[in-house]
């Protein structure tokens, strides 16, 4: 099934309380997350929702707004170039190494602590294992598996998780840096001045 416009593929989305089915194009190609993203009706802009598994076996709920699922349905229409309705792990992977900085920065980073741990190859599996509308266990094989438009949400989301946890993590370094700087100046030479908010009514 595919889609001429981000409109199409919006209003094919019923309520939260209705399924979606999606054919899947080719048998032996599993599609994670293949059917599980409905529309919540009652809220003034478009939001939608995508349950996902967790490890302890719960589900969470991922809420995209409107301006979000655009986003994601315009990057996936760049890549999926024959309409197929799905890209493959090989697209995903030269957009990220192209677009995504992080990805690689994180495998740098592990590289010099002496590990070794894709990033990508990390993001692909834990996108695929936490599908709830088609569960993918840990013997199956994550060759064949390719990812709709659902999927590239739920791979989209990974990837702000790990630009969040990179901007944690050389804020942090950063201010270890400006810290040990002050703690080896001489007395007195430096004056840090912060500017403290009043507190706020609790």
Known sequence: MTYTSASDLHSSFGNHSSSSFFRMTHSNVLIPHRGALSRLE??????????????DGTTHELQFLRNDFDFSLRLFAIMDSESRGQI?????????TLRCPVFWRRDDDLKARGESSPTFEEVWCAVARCSASVPIDDMEDLSSIELGVEGWMVF???????????????????HLQQTMRHRNAPRGSEVVVIDVPPPAAP
């Open 88 to 96: 493959s792990k090989a697209t995903v992977k030269e957009f990220v």
């Open 156 to 174: 989209c989301r990974f990837i702000a998780l790990a630009q969040y946890l990179e901007a944690k993590r050389r804020f942090s370094g950063r």
């Open 42 to 55: 009652g809220t003034e802009d478009a939001t939608y929702i995508l349950e996902i598994l967790v490890e």
